[in-house]
DNA sequence: TACCTAACTTAGGCTTCCGAAGTAGCTCAT
DNA sequence: ATGAGCTACTTCGGAAGCCTAAGTTAGGTA
């Protein structure tokens, strides 16, 4: 039997290739003209509908309390992207919504994000790459949905 | 060619599962009595030597800035979990050393450490999880080593 | 009407980083 | 040997990104 490959664990191979996804994206950002892109846009642009979405929801998708993403909103609208529309439908509420340029940007970022998707398909072969990307999707998910493992009553 | 499997993109597995194992992790430490433990302190744990590193080389591995670096030694200074040493080859140096109870807390984390990394084994399967694991470590180094290839997209 | 809850904002604080500037020790050319 | 310049580290001030607590306004219910 041959001895386990030596690797990094789990934490710090996430850790790490977190870091240098980010750097890269936001230097691809840059180069593309998104100067003002910070890593927590993120949190309300991964998750924002096409129709608006409720500072709430945003909240609880991205695992973040109101005011921190309250704090976000005020920064991607200061910048053009999103914009605070009244929901029609509870006059508390305001839907958050791209604006545009907030489109554009998006667009950007995605072609950013299939261009990084890309580089690390060609470092490590592609199907090789893309069966760990479904992996850490289906742990991804396991996690989520966590009956845990066997132990159910 | 059937149609791809919908996932997440690289960049929102990466940071979702970051999160997902950091949280993990920090509870299981504070079950297990580390209950000063902090994130910020794997930058110190993760690369510190067994003989002692300088602030300098940790700094550099965790790419944080040397008064970044200092101030987490600082801190696990004052937790008792490493001490500074005089650097014997260099006076203006100094080693930053785990201390009895410092090494004590490497093994407990150890341990967590691999507790997860076997539950998410028991998710998704031992060999597929190992073999990701391998694929994100693999790329990790490509992404180190980085006369990249060819096209730049 | 009165009350409870929900959506959001404001205020204040903590952590984790950074850049700039300072101190002490090493090295080397003269 | 000594002054110039570099290196190792620390200190200081500040920004980013999050939090909790407390407020405001609107909706739901009796």
């Not at 180069?31 to 003002?36: K, N, Q, R, V």
């Not at 994000?113 to 398909?121: C, N, Q, S």
Request: net charge negative; charged share 30%; with cysteine.
């Amino acid at each position: 039997m041959s001895t386990p490959p030596e690797r990094l664990h789990v934490g710090q191979l996430l850790v790490q290739l977190t870091r240098r996804f980010q750097t890269e994206l936001f230097e691809r950002l840059v180069a593309a003209g998104l100067t003002d892109a910070r890593v927590a846009h993120t949190h309300v642009t991964a998750y924002i509908s096409a129709d608006g979405s409720r500072l709430t929801e945003l909240a609880a998708q991205a695992r973040m309390t109101l005011p921190a993403m309250s704090e976000l909103v005020d920064d991607l609208q200061r910048l053009g992207i999103v914009e605070r529309r009244p929901d029609p439908r509870d006059r508390r509420a305001k839907l958050i919504c791209l604006t545009d340029a907030g489109w554009e940007a998006m667009r950007t970022a995605r072609a950013a994000i299939a261009g990084i998707e890309d580089d690390y398909a060609r470092r490590v072969g592609r199907e090789r790459f893309e069966e760990a990307a479904l992996t850490l999707d289906a742990l991804l998910r396991a996690l989520d949905a966590p009956p845990t493992d066997d132990a159910r009553s």
